[in-house]
């Protein structure tokens, strides 16, 4: 199982269902790109209170998405601890791995010295959060489950790194793709899909996940839209009553379905119809997204973007 884009399986379960209250940073300090601008002051999506000054130099990135970010914006020079599970860009690796994202080791990570740590913003963090707090570190909890979060993450960060024009460059770059390939797929026929993200006990995705937007980006159907979550436990009963026309899954997840035959009461399963993705881009709400819709479109539509 995967939880924020931590991999247990190599795909993102997103099993919260608590939302909470948005980034309340100040985006539109007067001095984006000076590092002698004013501090930013707001609350994070605990709805605590943050304050940063001058830009930091010493972060750890508790979520594989945001690390993803830093690197993006030239930050990765910057960080000083990562998750166990941040492995891209290839130089990510050479950052000390310090554990798990979801209820971390908060001594490793005070061992590094940070001046911010930035948690996903899962209720498992709320002790760690506070206990960063009690010793002094900034702390950033952030919810990074749909697309649009992404844009306010990486405006947000980059206001943070006091370089809000390139942030504002990575938004652009990853919306310009999602959009094309949007325009691309807009009138062809949408397949029904059914995505695999876990399967003891099956779990899918809702309307709630980036990964149910990506799936309607590249022209295919969630068959599980209805439900209005990021993720469910369904059974195989159900979906061989929903019928899609096809199955999602990552390498394992397609070995287990075509060797378990439980599975054989879903026609997609039962003829061969399982694509699978690559998880490592898929599975997390970052600036690999456009890329991530474009694979999932050439699964869907062969041919169709080249």
């Given at each position: 199982m995967l939880v924020a884009g931590?991999?247990?399986?190599?795909?993102?379960?997103?099993l919260l269902r608590h939302r909470s209250a948005l980034i309340a940073l100040a985006l539109a300090v007067s001095?984006?790109?000076?590092?002698?601008?004013?501090?930013?002051?707001?609350?994070d999506d605990f709805g605590d209170s943050v304050r940063i000054g001058s830009p930091p130099t010493r972060i750890v990135s508790l979520?594989?998405?945001?690390?993803?970010?830093?690197?993006?914006l030239g930050a990765g020079t910057r960080l000083v601890g990562r998750t166990k599970?941040?492995?891209?860009?290839?130089?990510?690796?050479?950052?000390?791995?310090?554990?798990?994202?979801?209820?971390?080791?908060?001594?490793?990570v005070l061992a590094s010295h940070p001046d911010l740590?930035?948690?996903?913003?899962?209720?498992?963090?709320?002790?760690?959060?506070?206990?960063?707090?009690?010793?002094?570190?900034?702390?950033?909890?952030?919810?990074?489950?749909?697309?649009?979060?992404?844009?306010?993450?990486?405006?947000?960060?980059?206001?943070?790194?006091?370089?809000?024009?390139?942030?504002k460059?990575?938004?652009?770059?990853?919306?310009?793709t999602l959009d094309s390939v949007r325009t691309a797929t807009a009138k062809l026929t949408r397949p029904s899909v059914f995505w695999d993200i876990w399967d003891a006990p099956v779990i899918t995705i809702g309307a709630g996940s980036f990964m149910n937007e990506l799936v309607d980006i590249a022209g295919g159907k969630n068959v599980y839209?209805?439900?209005?979550?990021?993720?469910?436990?369904?059974?195989?009963?159900?979906?061989?009553?929903?019928?899609?026309?096809?199955?999602?899954?990552?390498?394992?997840?397609?070995?287990?379905?075509?060797?378990?035959?439980?599975?054989?009461?879903?026609?997609?399963?039962?003829?061969?119809?399982?694509l699978v993705v690559d998880t490592l881009i898929v599975a997390r709400p970052s600036v690999r997204l456009g890329e991530a819709a474009v694979s999932l479109a050439n699964l869907l539509h062969p041919g169709t973007l080249r």
């Open positions: 931590i991999p247990l399986r190599g795909v993102s379960v997103l001095a984006c790109g000076d590092s002698r601008a004013p501090s930013l002051e707001g609350s979520n594989p998405a945001t690390t993803e970010i830093l690197f993006t599970y941040d492995s891209w860009p290839d130089s990510a690796n050479l950052i000390p791995a310090l554990g798990d994202g979801i209820r971390p080791n908060v001594e490793a740590v930035i948690l996903y913003a899962s209720l498992d963090n709320r002790p760690a959060a506070a206990r960063f707090r009690a010793a002094g570190v900034n702390t950033l909890s952030l919810k990074v489950d749909h697309i649009s979060d992404f844009r306010r993450t990486v405006l947000l960060l980059g206001a943070i790194l006091r370089d809000s024009a390139r942030a460059t990575v938004v652009d770059s990853v919306y310009r839209a209805d439900i209005a979550g990021p993720s469910a436990q369904v059974s195989l009963e159900d979906i061989s009553q929903r019928n899609p026309d096809f199955i999602l899954a990552g390498p394992i997840g397609k070995a287990q379905i075509a060797s378990d035959s439980r599975w054989r009461i879903v026609r997609a399963a039962r003829d061969n119809k399982i």
